[in-house]
């Protein structure tokens, strides 16, 4: 059974950090890569960061990027999102995700956690 188990997530203030952790199980996910999305109440799942298993390359979405580094540890299983310079804009439920091929279109990704919430106060 494929588990994609997500932490860390919480309330911090405007300019704070956090790391999110997502835990995966239960299948090789070698080839695959890794993405990390949210959603925010009202509005549409949106791509944030994703990286390749094999061989660690990164994309990002632009308004993420020089803040967020989505980073991976092989002998965990584990996918990282470090985020720095938070905002009130990045407040959503944060998504760890597995897709077989690169890319940020949610009909790309076969497997979902559960989420975890990141509030960010003004």
């Known amino acids: 059974q494929v588990q994609l188990v997500e932490s860390g997530g919480g309330l911090v203030q405007t300019g704070g950090s956090l790391r999110l952790s997502c835990a995966a199980s239960?299948?090789?996910?070698?080839?695959?890569?890794m993405g990390w999305f949210r959603q925010a109440p009202g509005k549409e799942r949106e791509f944030v960061a994703g990286?390749?298993?094999?061989?660690?390359?990164?994309y990002y979405r632009n308004s993420v990027k020089g803040r967020f580094t989505i980073s991976r540890d092989n002998a965990k299983n584990t996918v990282y999102l470090q985020m720095n310079s938070l905002k009130p804009e990045d407040t959503a439920v944060y998504y760890c995700?597995?897709?077989?091929?690169?890319?940020?279109?949610?009909?790309?990704?076969?497997?979902w956690g559960q989420g975890t919430q990141v509030t960010v106060s003004s």
């Open positions: 239960g299948r090789t996910f070698s080839s695959y890569t």
């Open positions: 995700a597995a897709s077989p091929s690169p890319g940020a279109n949610t009909l790309m990704y076969h497997y």
């Open positions: 990286i390749s298993w094999s061989d660690g390359s990164t």
